[in-house]
């Protein structure tokens, strides 16, 4: 028996409005034979500054879609959220 | 491990018209909507069943640090309930809103509560709340005028925390 353990991305979804949700998973192997699979999520909205250090290839996507515009879009959106009751 | 169906004969059958199939091994949609189908109950888009996951997130905090436990979700379909406790605020004198964001899904186009506990606060919060759009989650107070979120001035203590759970639609 050889376990060994890798943490990978192993999904990237991009929202309509530039938001990142990525998946990370931590694959365990018994001799090379995948026998675990766990996954971690979290969200990076356009402009958020965690995505330049998050693992590849979330920083290349990032970059590629929040472009200047994408990045406004998503701050006026934002601005214009309505707590309850408003 | 390739897929197989079995009716309730034992014989191998087309995909379509099976009657009581047994299927050794996973099932897997590989085309990118895929799912379980039920055209016969509804719209195809609101009656297929096309997602099912578990696993951590990772929760943050608005304002200083805090200390996140147990942070777990489940999805089924588009509805994802996630639940953490959290303790150890650093900040427990600004007047903003006390936010932990860090959801493993984006909200869709609707609000969400959820149920809550806590210690050592003074504000009588009674849910949890994720706006539409958001990946945070927000507590508020029953009130007798406007809306009253749980503000960091309002952790008494160094031993304040914080149980939650909540379930809420994410996009897809």
Redesign the interface.
């Given at each position: 028996m050889t376990l060994a353990s890798t943490t990978i991305i192993d999904k990237v979804e991009v929202?309509?409005?530039g938001?990142i949700?990525v998946?990370q998973a931590t694959v365990i192997t018994d001799n090379g034979v995948e026998i675990a699979r766990?996954?971690?999520?979290?969200?990076r909205?356009p402009g958020d500054a965690g995505a330049s250090t998050d693992p590849a290839p979330v920083p290349a996507i990032s970059s590629a879609v929040w472009t200047t515009p994408v990045i406004a879009a998503y701050q006026a959106?934002v601005a214009a959220?309505?707590?309850?009751?408003q | 491990m390739p897929l197989s169906v079995i009716d309730s004969t034992g014989l191998a059958s087309p995909l379509t018209g099976l009657n009581n199939p047994t299927v050794v091994g996973n099932m897997t949609f590989s085309t990118n909507g895929g799912g379980i189908n039920f055209t016969q109950s509804s719209a195809q888009n609101a009656a297929t069943f096309n997602d099912y996951e578990y696993g951590t997130w990772s929760p943050t905090i608005s304002s200083g640090t805090f200390n996140a436990l147990r942070p777990r979700y489940t999805k089924v379909g588009r509805l994802v309930t996630v639940s953490a406790y959290c303790d150890t605020f650093s900040d427990r004198s600004s007047s903003s809103s006390v936010s932990i964001g860090g959801l493993p899904f984006v909200s869709g186009d609707v609000e969400s509560l959820g149920s809550i506990f806590m210690r050592y606060t003074n504000n009588s919060v009674s849910a949890s709340y994720i706006g539409s759009g958001s990946s945070s989650i927000l507590f508020y107070a029953a009130s007798s005028g406007g809306y009253a979120p749980l503000l960091y001035s309002q952790l008494n203590n160094s031993s304040f925390q914080i149980y939650f759970a909540v379930t809420y639609a994410a996009t897809f």
């Open positions: 929202l309509e409005d938001t949700q998946r766990n996954f971690n999520r979290w969200v909205h959106a959220q309505k707590q309850p009751g | -």
